[in-house]
């Protein structure tokens, strides 16, 4: 099989459909563990040895660091066909491949070195709400705080946590213009305390656990701001800030759920007996069918022709738009809202056996989860068609806020 053809921005030493291969290999472990993955209230060691090898964490860094280097369209190729199999296993990938990019992107040299070096390989989960507080003393700083929805947690290595600095007199530090700064800090995960209270409707086996830190130091190398960080390397790609390569992760995610849902009702409706048997020869339930399979395919559509439009960008050494950030957001958006209604329609057609434990039934459940999570919330939406639309022009996103220039 030839390699694809690739430009030079990328990485060569990695084919992503080896990869792909991978997965397809280890696939049947990941769907054999899923329900003990949730029951277990994260991946059981089965599961995250299956897909340690695949090393999530490095897909978009640098091959200097030890990295893929990979497109965002193959890593979301990636990202797809592992939540196809589980939709906890491919959560925990995605918060791995997305923080392990920004924690590549923004820290500085002397930390990569250390974090991405030869010999290591390090994972990393945490929680990008600013729930704890920094103190400066010499060398770096002493973290404190509190924090929820870690997921991968317990199987990462490095923790990312969004904190404020103290001003030193307890409240957040602002800098010359007057906004809070927000720093992220990155500390070993032993040095935490991890707290459970992981008892959730879906994407139970995630582990999105609550953690905190107590007095922990972090040395002044292992933080960036993460409202304003300039990316430190692949300047042009990591012009999405955190919150681009976040959507990369929950856009793969939603791809491989949607598509999951689709295979599963569709090979339920073509089983012999039951309910199954007459849902088969329902002419409503094909149209049905048909309609979900289109709107799932649009969605699709659109997120890599957004995609593929900033690669396009980032080859030629441009940054990423403001314009281009904002279909980031739309394309998120629309590909969980038309899970939504796929996972919606296969629920209801599915009858008894959706009712029951199985893949229509968990896979429902997750959708749900993850529809209701921040990153597609409808004031990102709103923000993104004002843009879009022409209203605000003159903004640019930070974080989830798209902001007037300064």
Known sequence: MNKPIRHGYWGSAVDYRDLLTKIEEIGP???????????????????FEALKPL?????????????????PTQVLELLAAVTWHSGSAGWVSMVHCCIGAMSAAFLPDSAVERLFGPGTDNRFSGQGAPLGMLKKVEGGYRLTGKWSYGSGFSHATYSHSACFVDDGTGKPAKD???????MCAHAPIEEHVQLGNWDVLGLGGTGSIDY????????????????TAPPQRLKELFSL?????????????ALGTGRRMLDEIAKFARSKSGRAGLLGESEKFWYDYGRAEARYRAARAFV????????????????????QIS??????????EA???ICNFAYRASGGAGLRAGVIQRTFREMMVAANHFTIAPSIVTSAGRNIGGQWTNRVWQFYDLIEKK
């Open 29 to 47: 472990i990941l769907e054999k563990n899923a329900a003990a993955d949730e029951e277990k209230g994260e991946l059981t060691a089965e599961s």
């Open 212 to 227: 905190a830190a107590e007095d922990v130091f972090i040395a002044e190398d292992l933080v960036f701001p993460i409202l």
């Open 339 to 341: 899970g939504v209604d």
């Open 304 to 323: 890599f022709e957004t995609w593929r439009d900033i690669e396009a960008t980032v080859e030629a050494g441009t940054a990423v738009t403001t314009q």
């Open 55 to 71: 090393r999530f964490s490095h897909l978009l860094a640098t091959e200097a660091l030890g990295g893929a280097q990979l497109p």
């Open 241 to 253: 800030g955190v919150v681009g390569l976040a959507a990369i992760g929950h856009t793969g995610w």
């Open 176 to 182: 010359e213009n007057g906004n809070v700064i927000v």
């Open 327 to 336: 279909l980031v957001h739309l394309a998120k958006s629309e590909i969980h």
